[in-house]
Nanobody
Framework: VQLQASGGGLVQAGGSLSLSCVVSGRIFSNYAVGWFRQAPGKERKFVANINLSSGSTVYTDSVKGRFTLSRDNAKNTVYLQMNDLKPEDTAVYYC????????????????WGQGTLVTVSS
């Protein structure tokens, strides 16, 4: 299983970005894809998770109402739409996959993509 994240960039506070995560390889319908972010000098933290089969989503409190996860199973792609971005959203964003279930623990995800940098200026 391989994941490829893209879409990061520089945006002003209040702006929007859309991240994409293309998943390839032997993916079963019950897989879940999560997004995590890591700011400089800080630990990697959970952002959101989507079940590829049901489409059910979970968000960390700080992004609820601003970030939206969606998936296009035909394209094996998960999207993270980020609106009303804030400087504290600045981080390297990673997508990761695991078989079944929702968890916010990074070590529970078996597969990781490379990160994409999101920088929000004030």
């Amino acid at each position: 299983v391989q994941l490829q994240a893209s879409g990061g960039g520089l945006v002003q506070a209040g702006g929007s970005l859309s991240l994409s995560c293309v998943v390839s390889g032997r993916i079963f319908s019950n897989y879940a894809v999560g997004w995590f972010r890591q700011a400089p000098g800080k630990e990697r933290k959970f952002v959101a998770n989507i079940n590829l089969s049901s489409g059910s989503t979970v968000y960390t409190d700080s992004v609820k109402g601003r970030f939206t996860l969606s998936r296009d199973n035909a394209k094996n792609t998960v999207y993270l739409q980020m609106n009303d971005l804030k400087p504290e959203d600045t981080a390297v964003y990673y997508c990761a996959a695991r078989y079944s279930g929702v968890t916010m623990v990074p070590s529970s995800y078996a597969y990781w993509g490379q990160g994409t940098l999101v920088t929000v200026s004030s």
